[in-house]
């Protein structure tokens, strides 16, 4: 495995200062965001690709296409443009979320939706990362639905699994899929009192020795499985966005979980 940066660990910094964080860490890939910091609606995809090949920072990702299971209205012409942008700045893949706010979505229209998609992302030569979100709101929370879809809708070839383990643990889901996983996301939660059906986005701090979703354990389980590729860390938590000192927060996280995977 090898460890890269999701830009929400640290959403204040400009591109250039975070790719300069990812370099002093020994990260040499990141994702970056078309949400907090809008780094896709706020620079050119050109500037993007010639500030990471500068840095000789790898993009893994563009997060996210939102809500990519629901094809109608100006989607297809959002996941155009967001491949295009992601073909132009050097990005691998683009992060694919479902729809997150209680409304069910078949699962035909999932698969309706994939095959639309399948086009768009060869066409591109990047890659489909579904990540499905444990929320109980959430239209697409377990990964073997979403394996069920790719594969029905023949996207196989174009399409992968994001194994984020927050919404792995929401959604008490205990099979891993290394197989069909294209990334992972970590991050942790540390309130020893908070319910599981209460978790959000703004509990997910770094991983450290008080988290509760076993990250150590589900890589561990991932690594044995055969996945070797990125770990990125995405932590939500206002507390972290705000810490004064994020380099030697992260760094701490970082030495703490590649040594318990070790």
């Known amino acids: 495995m090898r460890f890269a940066l999701n830009h929400i660990a640290t959403p204040k910094l400009s591109l250039a200062d975070f790719l300069g964080l990812a370099c002093r860490l020994g990260m040499p890939a990141i994702e970056i965001r078309n949400d907090l910091p809008d780094v896709v609606g706020t620079m050119p995809a050109g500037a993007v690709r010639a500030a990471a090949v500068a840095s000789g920072v790898d993009i893994l990702s563009i997060n996210a296409l939102y809500p990519f299971n629901v094809w109608s209205g100006d989607m297809p012409a959002r996941a155009l443009a967001l491949a295009d942008y992601a073909q132009t700045c050097g990005a691998r893949a683009l992060v694919m979320c479902p729809l997150n706010d209680g409304t ?100 997910r701090a770094l991983v450290d020795e008080m988290d509760r979703l076993n990250n150590i354990g589900q890589l561990r389980a991932l690594a044995t499985g055969g996945y070797a590729g990125a770990v990125s860390i995405e932590p939500f938590a206002p507390s972290v966005h705000d810490d004064p000192d994020p380099e030697a927060a992260l760094r701490a996280s970082f030495a703490h979980v590649a040594q318990g995977v070790a």
Do not use: W, Y
């Open 104 to 203: 069910p979505v078949p699962h035909g229209d999932l698969v309706a939706a994939l095959r639309e998609l399948v086009p768009i992302l060869r066409q591109h030569g990047i890659t489909g990362l579904v990540e499905p979100l444990g929320f109980p709101v959430s239209s697409l929370r377990t990964k073997r639905e979403a394996i069920e879809a790719i594969r029905e809708a023949g996207a196989s070839d174009v399409c992968k699994l994001v194994h984020d383990t927050f919404h792995h643990h929401l959604a008490g889901e205990r099979e891993f899929f290394p197989e069909f996983t294209g990334l992972v996301h970590i991050s942790g939660v540390r309130e020893a009192d908070l319910a599981l059906n209460d978790m959000l986005d703004a509990d």
